[in-house]
């Protein structure tokens, strides 16, 4: 059922980095095409302010929302009518988060670099973040979880959420992101969808009279389709952004010992995302993917979302990628970098223990993505599209800003000043040793 392309033997070691990247599968993503269609509903929301994001709901998302700001009694009602046994699981989703999370707030740590003279490293929280919530083919309350508890973690003094506006739900988003908001006590919460969700937080919002009705963010972080990517590039630097973050992905790396079954399970459970999702197996076992083969064709046909997962399975995102063995398939799942990265090998915490590039590793057969996606503790807010290379998943250090708070004395700065002014001198800056010397010029 998947494409396959054959690393093996010389196909594999003729390839350098960038080459490998460009053989494995990968779905096309084209920010910069959207960036054109974007722009002016930015631009639109800039000088519209609520009036355009009301008329952009409507537009793009079938209703017109009766306000843009979601009334607090409609997040309590959204709450009161939770099913007790989502609640439940949202509420252990929380706990859970809030253990990992808990474990990643950085100490203030002061450094004496000479007597009289100190550096202290003080991690401060942005002032304001716009967390985004997607809510088109699917309802993502567990991203509410994943963005909102790192930002609370982190003391972030003002957290905001969007998402798109429902024509089932009034026009205010799905109730069930409505009452995880409720649960973690957020109660700023818009009917804002896609790129004008963004333009929102980045530019603030005004009503026909002036009156605020939206601040803007200094951070905006959450998934998104393309546009809320395309949205976060193009008003980057006017708002910090998390990443901007492409279809998701999974990679398995699997020897023959893995169950095939676990592994199609697994790799529907991403396609099941959307049309673009990308689902990859490295093995070194043509047996294994044969076997996976035969457990994709009957479980996607089973499955409730069935066409989309095969779309899914049959695109060019998607694929076998055949090594010799483990260690070259440790080279491809590190050129992939996948968003998502599935270790189902003998001995797999060892394997997984050598993997440099992945937004989140999974250990063996009794940890699945879907585990991450709910209630490992782990976020599930990571980077895509071979980011992992150089990015992070969401975490509190996202919401959180590191300042030096230089402190020397007088004798501390005299003992350094020839230092300074010497190299001052050679990058052709003098008034930079001037600015040392001038302070000790009573001395002469």
């Given at each position: 059922m998947l494409s396959r392309i054959d690393l093996r033997g010389a196909a594999l070691s003729d390839l350098d980095a960038r080459g490998l990247r460009a053989t494995l599968p990968r779905a096309e993503f084209d920010v910069e095409a959207a960036l054109d269609a974007l722009r002016p509903i930015c631009e639109h929301v800039e000088h519209g302010g609520e009036q355009a994001l009301l008329e952009l709901g409507e537009k793009f998302d079938g209703v017109r929302p009766p306000s843009l700001r979601v009334p607090q009694e409609v997040l309590d009602a959204a709450l009161a009518d939770l099913d007790p046994a989502v609640r439940a699981a949202l509420e252990e989703s929380i706990r859970r988060a809030r253990l990992v999370h808990s474990d990643q707030r950085r100490q203030t740590v002061t450094t004496q670099v000479a007597p009289g003279g100190s550096v202290t490293e003080k991690w401060i929280p942005v002032d304001r973040v716009g967390l985004y919530v997607p809510g088109g083919k699917a309802v993502y309350p567990s991203s509410v979880v994943m963005n909102v508890v790192p930002a609370q973690l982190a003391e972030v003094g003002s957290i905001a959420v969007a998402s798109p506006p429902q024509r089932d739900n009034g026009g205010y988003p799905h109730p069930t992101i409505l009452a995880a908001c409720a649960l973690l006590g957020v109660d700023e919460v818009y009917a804002a969808g896609g790129a004008q969700a963004v333009a929102m937080f980045a530019y603030g919002a005004r009503d026909a009279d002036g009156a605020t009705v939206c601040e803007p963010a200094t951070l905006v972080t959450g998934p998104g389709n393309i546009y809320v990517a395309a949205a976060k590039r193009l008003l980057k630097g006017l708002i910090g952004i998390d990443a901007e973050a492409g279809p998701t992905e999974i990679a398995i790396l699997a020897d023959g010992t893995a169950d095939p079954e676990l592994v199609a399970a697994d790799l529907i459970s991403q396609a099941e995302h959307d049309e673009l999702a990308a689902s990859v197996l490295v093995t070194d076992s043509t047996e294994l993917a044969d076997a996976v083969d035969v457990a994709l064709a009957r479980r996607a046909a089973a499955t409730k979302h069935h066409e989309r997962v095969d779309v899914a399975l049959r695109g060019r995102q998607s694929g076998t990628v055949l090594?010799?063995?483990?260690?070259?398939?440790?080279?491809?799942?590190?050129?992939?970098?996948?968003?998502?990265?599935?270790?189902?090998?003998?001995?797999?915490?060892?394997?997984?223990?050598?993997?440099?590039?992945?937004?989140?590793?999974?250990?063996?057969?009794?940890?699945?993505?879907?585990?991450?996606?709910?209630?490992?503790?782990?976020?599930?807010?990571?980077?895509?599209?071979?980011?992992?290379?150089?990015?992070?998943?969401?975490?509190?250090?996202?919401?959180?800003?590191?300042?030096?708070?230089?402190?020397?004395?007088?004798?501390?700065?005299?003992?350094?000043?020839?230092?300074?002014?010497?190299?001052?001198?050679s990058e052709d800056l003098p008034a930079h040793g001037e600015a040392v010397t001038a302070r000790f010029e009573g001395d002469r």
């Open positions: 090594v010799d063995d483990v260690d070259a398939g440790l080279r491809v799942v590190d050129a992939y970098a996948a968003e998502h990265l599935e270790i189902q090998t003998a001995d797999a915490a060892a394997v997984a223990a050598r993997v440099r590039n992945a937004g989140a590793i999974f250990v063996g057969s009794f940890a699945p993505v879907s585990l991450g996606d709910y209630a490992a503790g782990s976020n599930h807010v990571l980077p895509t599209g071979g980011c992992a290379c150089h990015s992070s998943g969401l975490s509190v250090q996202s919401f959180l800003r590191g300042v030096h708070i230089v402190d020397y004395s007088r004798d501390a700065l005299a003992e350094v000043a020839d230092t300074v002014v010497t190299l001052a001198n």
